[in-house]
């Protein structure tokens, strides 16, 4: 059973940063993959990016690329998502996950934290 903890959302301005965090309860490392998700309301979830613990592989969705960075600390058990020139359509609940694959299918993902709200004004 892993738990995962996200923290660091908030409101912002338009172009402003912010860095997500993942605290996971247990050694994740060459065990699972991990991925950030997003829902604003009324849409679908949507991958937004993952990294491969092991490798340090790296994908994200067309829409955060050149903005977006994930990255992990395996000694601290924990992933982050550095948002940069943020825009008002990245506002969205963001969620972390953990999965065996990575995948940009959320239905891959067995773990999943409560999720952080980031709000981004024009």
């Known amino acids: 059973q892993v738990q995962l903890v996200e923290s660091g959302g908030g409101l912002v301005q338009a172009g402003d940063s912010l860095r997500l965090s993942c605290a996971a309860s247990?050694?994740?490392?060459?065990?699972?993959?991990m991925g950030w998700f997003r829902q604003a309301p009324g849409k679908e979830r949507e991958f937004v990016a993952g990294?491969?613990?092991?490798?340090?592989?790296?994908r994200y969705a067309d829409s955060v690329k050149g903005r977006f960075t994930i990255s992990r600390d395996n000694a601290k058990n924990s992933v982050y998502l550095q948002m940069n020139s943020l825009k008002p359509e990245d506002t969205a609940v963001y969620y972390c996950?953990?999965?065996?694959?990575?995948?940009?299918?959320?239905?891959?993902?067995?773990?999943w934290g409560q999720g952080t709200q980031v709000t981004v004004s024009s």
């Open positions: 996950a953990a999965a065996n694959i990575l995948s940009v299918n959320p239905r891959s993902y067995g773990y």
């Open positions: 990294i491969n613990w092991s490798g340090g592989g790296t």
């Open positions: 247990r050694r994740t490392t060459s065990s699972y993959y």
